[in-house]
């Protein structure tokens, strides 16, 4: 096991006799200091500390997804929050750029939850609903000292309602290849071409290592999902991605592909007021960007569709007709635009469950 | 509030002055107003004095430095003043009763302009040691803020700038709520786009006094920040290989001038669409427009009519124009 991306743990006095918190300590190396919070300590900070305390909240949320945007159904599992990788573009540097690496103790609440959730959903025949824990946090990065894929994995399996997607920029899949896959998990990561994941994504894996590790789970009976998320059109951008859409279906068979979503660079206005003296230099996050409905900025509209128009094009050509791709926080006339179809508001999640074995929906809406 | 205070006539010349450590109006403007309204009607505002433990031998001036000077100017030796029997200090021990009463000197007279503020804030602060954080509510409902010391923050930022740019911003040439997008940049950069957005430009006769208003300068302030930033060169540099001194003080030219390099696909599209909208033949009261950024592949038209006879007769103009292939030109707008 390689060492763990932070120098120090603070575990609340009320979460450490909780199980995790004993199991995640125990699987420490000696050389990572512990300190035992109390209440009214200050509070930790830091993506180099670990904060092991309790979740008061819900851990199961729809994801926030934006105002006028076609909603994809996604909801979102936190078991954690903030991600050790310090991604340029990441929306966790905007809203949390000082929070810890935050790891909820409290499992057992998280499991009911999301077990009567999920048994709501086959309850209703909606399933099976697409639940991800990498949206405020890395699913795999902590891997080796949380085991959260195991006890996810573990956790998802009996509910057919519900189908997991662990998504990564790491290649952390030891946890995946040592039990047979549930039918409902789906592996997934975020992709860019290799120069701008050695420019934007510090520690993360390389394209090579998670297109590695994707061949890994794509090998042991996963099926695979993969996040072009955010595509940044900088000169030569649609080269640099229909390589990576080459080494992406040279690693892994269309037919364990899930679903591809693509998602170009988008933020907020105010994203550019707190990092861009810090970004001096790199044209790619000075593009022509401009406000969109919902406030964020956004590659002006014939960028923007004609980036998706030859992603997907690709995409589909590489991965067959069949292969399952949609749009991140995009409108249906972007939609329609540039996929050929404007879905209605309950159709992504149907379509992008037709791929899923037993206990599917049906397609709908193509 | 100090113990205890007199009031009476007190020598203008044995006064010791302290402007740097308790005036806070800003700017300083030409006393002859003054001057003329004291000679017609008289000191009607007492000086507040520090006259407890003399400081280099004699009562310190804590309110009415103007007041003081036009009084002696006006051949007066002495003036009315409040006499607070308190010690004058270093810096860090004055009470904070003293700096409310000072306050209050002010607003009786007239509201705090966003220099005076930030002014205010900080050299109160420097005199009684208390922190931004620390400040008391009520101060802050005084001021008219919400009460956290984040509501300063845009005053303090302005009491720092250089007196050109205060000016501004206490005379309402700029206004306060553009500082927003300018506090976080790096203060060269903001310092040149003050220049440039030319308020009080330093360039002869270009533009000083011209009022900007909020949306303006923020657009100016984003785009060209952006653009600079993306280029890798400091704010000043990127105008000047621009050539955008030239419209310095002229903020409808800069805005025009600055927004074409910040968007410059999205402008010419914009342009375009202009001369291929004049072109199409429509009937006068037809009008085709674009949303804001060309976002959804969509256009707009808008038929004005003041019958439905005329209503009828645009619609089969339209229709004819459709037929005819006129509106070609504006496929490459849809979708």
């Given at each position: 096991m390689s060492s763990p991306p932070f120098d120090l743990v603070e575990v609340d006095a009320d979460a450490a006799p909780l199980p995790f918190a004993e199991r995640f300590l125990a699987r420490l190396p000696g050389s990572i200091p512990v300190r035992l919070r109390r209440q009214g300590d200050p509070a930790p900070t830091g993506r180099r500390t670990v904060h092991v305390t309790g979740e008061p909240g819900a851990f199961l949320k729809p994801c926030p997804c934006s105002p006028g945007a076609v909603r994809c159904g996604y909801r979102v599992f936190t078991p954690a929050f903030q991600c050790p990788f310090g991604c340029t573009y990441c929306f966790l540097r905007l809203y949390a750029p000082d929070a810890p690496l935050t790891l909820y103790a409290n499992l057992e609440d998280a499991a009911a939850e999301l077990r009567g959730a999920a048994r709501a959903w086959e309850g209703e025949g909606e399933g099976p609903v697409r639940v991800g824990t990498g949206q405020f946090a890395d699913s795999l990065a902590l891997d080796p000292w949380t085991g959260h894929a195991r006890w996810l994995l573990d956790l998802f399996e009996p509910l057919p309602g519900a189908q997991l997607e662990l998504k990564t920029k790491s290649a952390r899949v030891e946890a995946l290849l040592v039990r047979r896959p549930p039918p409902n998990a789906v592996a997934a990561w975020s992709v860019n071409p290799p120069e701008r994941i050695a420019s934007d994504e510090p520690g993360s894996a390389s394209l090579a290592e998670r297109l590695g590790a994707a061949a890994q789970a794509a090998r042991a009976g996963y099926r695979v999902g993969f996040h072009f998320d955010p595509v940044v059109a900088e000169e030569g951008w649609e080269a640099a991605y229909r390589e990576v859409i080459g080494a992406l279906f040279a690693a892994v068979e269309p037919s364990r592909v899930a679903w591809v979503s693509l998602g170009t660079l988008r933020f907020p206005p105010r994203f550019l007021e707190e990092w861009g003296p810090r970004l001096r230099g790199r044209r790619a996050f000075f593009g022509e960007l401009v406000p969109g409905e919902d406030g964020k900025l956004r590659y002006f509209w014939p960028l923007r569709k004609r980036v998706y128009r030859i992603l997907a094009d690709a995409l589909r050509r590489q991965g067959g007709p069949e292969l399952r791709v949609y749009l991140c926080m995009e409108s249906p006339a972007m939609w329609g635009a540039a996929l050929g179809w404007t879905p209605r508001e309950d159709q992504v999640e149907g379509y992008l469950a037709a791929g899923a074995p037993a206990g599917a929906s049906d397609a709908g809406g193509r | 509030m100090p113990t205890r205070a007199d009031w009476r006539r007190v020598s203008l010349g044995e006064l010791v002055l302290a402007p740097e450590r308790y005036a806070f109006s800003w700017p300083g403007e030409g006393d002859a107003p003054l001057r003329e309204s004291l000679a017609r009607f008289g000191q009607l505002r007492p000086l507040v004095v520090l006259g407890g433990a003399a400081h280099q031998g004699g009562p310190v001036l804590a309110a009415g430095h103007r007041r003081a000077a036009a009084l002696g100017a006006l051949g007066e030796d002495t003036a009315w003043a409040r006499v607070l029997v308190l010690p004058f200090g270093e810096p860090g021990t004055d009470p904070p009763e003293l700096w409310d009463l000072l306050l209050e000197d002010h607003l009786a007279a007239r509201p705090l302009n966003p220099a005076e503020l930030g002014l205010y804030v900080r050299r109160r602060t420097a005199g009684t040691g208390e922190s931004f954080a620390g400040l008391p509510p009520q101060l802050f409902r005084r001021l008219g803020l919400p009460p956290r010391s984040g509501a300063l923050e845009d005053y303090l930022w302005i009491s720092e700038l250089p007196a050109v740019h205060r000016d501004a911003f206490a005379l309402g040439r700029l206004p306060l709520a553009g500082v927003r997008v300018l506090l976080r940049a790096p203060r060269e950069d903001a310092l040149a786009l003050l220049d440039l957005v030319g308020a009080s430009s330093k360039r002869e006769g270009a533009g000083a006094g011209a009022a900007v208003g909020v949306?303006?300068?923020?657009?100016?302030?984003?785009?060209?920040?952006?653009?600079?930033?993306?280029?890798?060169?400091?704010?000043?540099?990127?105008?000047?290989?621009?050539?955008?001194?030239?419209?310095?003080?002229?903020?409808?030219?800069?805005?025009?001038?600055?927004?074409?390099?910040?968007?410059?696909?999205?402008?010419?599209?914009?342009?375009?669409?202009?001369?291929?909208?004049?072109?199409?033949?429509?009937?006068?009261?037809?009008?085709?427009?674009?949303?804001?950024?060309?976002?959804?592949?969509?256009?707009?038209?808008?038929?004005?009519?003041?019958?439905?006879?005329?209503?009828?007769?645009?619609?089969?103009?339209?229709?004819?124009?459709?037929?005819?292939?006129r509106l070609d030109r504006l496929g490459r707008y849809l979708g």
């Open positions: - | 949306n303006k300068l923020s657009e100016i302030a984003r785009w060209a920040l952006e653009c600079a930033w993306g280029e890798g060169l400091s704010l000043a540099a990127w105008a000047e290989r621009e050539g955008l001194w030239a419209f310095a003080g002229e903020p409808e030219a800069l805005r025009a001038q600055v927004r074409r390099r910040r968007y410059p696909e999205l402008s010419a599209w914009e342009a375009d669409f202009r001369e291929d909208s004049r072109g199409l033949g429509l009937p006068p009261e037809a009008r085709v427009s674009h949303a804001p950024g060309f976002e959804g592949g969509r256009l707009t038209c808008t038929v004005s009519f003041a019958s439905l006879p005329e209503l009828g007769r645009s619609l089969d103009a339209l229709e004819e124009g459709l037929r005819a292939g």
